[in-house]
């Protein structure tokens, strides 16, 4: 497995709207774990495939709460889509590996269905609520483009966008961890 890079907002390949994979094959399942393993270290609760710069339509999600008991449930999809939104909405204080240490409330359907392909290439349904919901939203604005501060007025948009071009100025982030 391998610790990719991720990349930092703002970046033009954050606005790519990604490609379908046409079979989850081994490189495919590779990508995944790999995804995986970076958001691990990073730490975070997900990840899309364009955020480490590859076009692919690919997330990863694990939002258990490990430091109080709970096993790892890491979720490896592909060409994830929401087949239904509930009208009622929740807000939550979202935050992005690709604008550290931003975070802003973002207004979401509170209950999503999703339909995607797993890491056995078998096509799967599934409902989500809570941080699933808002998580498995939050990845696929990432496959189409859109990062959470798309969301939220444009003056605080620029504001957090300046302050990240102003940060990545000055040699703030980890040229590890990150692709700048
Ligand atoms: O897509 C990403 O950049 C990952 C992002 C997912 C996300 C967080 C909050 C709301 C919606 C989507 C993150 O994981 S940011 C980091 C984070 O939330 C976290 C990190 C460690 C422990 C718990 C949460
Ligand atoms: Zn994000």
């Given at each position: 497995m391998a610790i990719l890079k991720i990349i930092v907002a703002p970046d033009p390949r954050l606005k790519?709207?990604?490609?379908?994979?046409?079979?989850?094959d081994a490189g495919i399942r590779k990508l995944m774990d790999d995804m995986l393993e970076t958001m691990y270290a990073a730490p975070g609760i997900g990840l899309a495939a364009t955020q480490v710069g590859v076009d692919k339509r690919v997330i990863v999600i694990d939002i258990a709460d490990t430091k109080n008991g709970e096993k790892p449930n890491p979720l490896r999809l592909a060409n994830p889509e929401v087949i239904w939104a509930?009208?009622?909405?929740?807000?939550?204080?979202?935050?992005?590996?690709?604008?550290?240490?931003?975070?802003?409330?973002?207004?979401?359907?509170?209950?999503?269905?999703?339909?995607a392909l797993n890491e056995?290439?078998?096509?799967?349904?599934?409902?989500?609520?809570?941080?699933l919901a808002t998580c498995v939203q939050h990845e696929i604005d990432h496959l189409d483009g859109v990062i959470f501060v798309d969301h939220i007025s444009r003056i605080k948009r620029d504001i957090i966008l300046r302050k990240l071009m102003k940060e990545k100025k000055q040699g703030a982030f980890d040229?590890?961890?990150h692709a700048l």
């Open positions: 790519i709207k990604a490609t379908p994979v046409k079979e989850v509930s009208d009622d909405t929740s807000v939550y204080e979202e935050g992005c590996l690709s604008l550290p240490q931003k975070f802003e409330e973002v207004t979401r359907p509170a209950r999503v269905k999703i339909r056995k290439n078998e096509q799967i349904e599934f409902e989500a609520d809570d941080l040229p590890k961890m």
